[in-house]
């Protein structure tokens, strides 16, 4: 298991785990937020990339 599967194994277990989520919207910011106390936790920084592809029309 690389150490982003193993983060987000700990993220589901110690922040997610037994909750239910309304929306999709509503789990993003739990994960979110449970991604930045576990950085804060950790004494690390916990940094966003923007993965949605860039859409170009073409005219």
Same mark, same amino acid.
């Given at each position: 298991?690389?150490?982003?599967?193993?983060?987000? &194994?700990?993220?589901?277990? @110690? &922040?997610?785990?037994?909750?239910?989520? $309304? =929306? $999709?919207?509503?789990?993003?910011? %739990?994960?979110?937020?449970?991604? $930045?106390h576990r950085g $804060?936790?950790?004494?690390? *920084?916990? @940094?966003?990339?923007?993965?949605?592809?860039?859409? %170009? *029309?073409? =005219?």
């Amino acid at each position: 298991m690389n150490n982003i599967e193993l983060e987000w &194994q700990h993220l589901k277990r @110690d &922040q997610l785990a037994g909750q239910m989520f $309304e =929306t $999709e919207k509503e789990l993003a910011c %739990h994960v979110i937020w449970g991604l $930045e106390h576990r950085g $804060e936790k950790g004494q690390y *920084s916990v @940094d966003f990339v923007n993965v949605r592809p860039h859409l %170009h *029309s073409f =005219t």
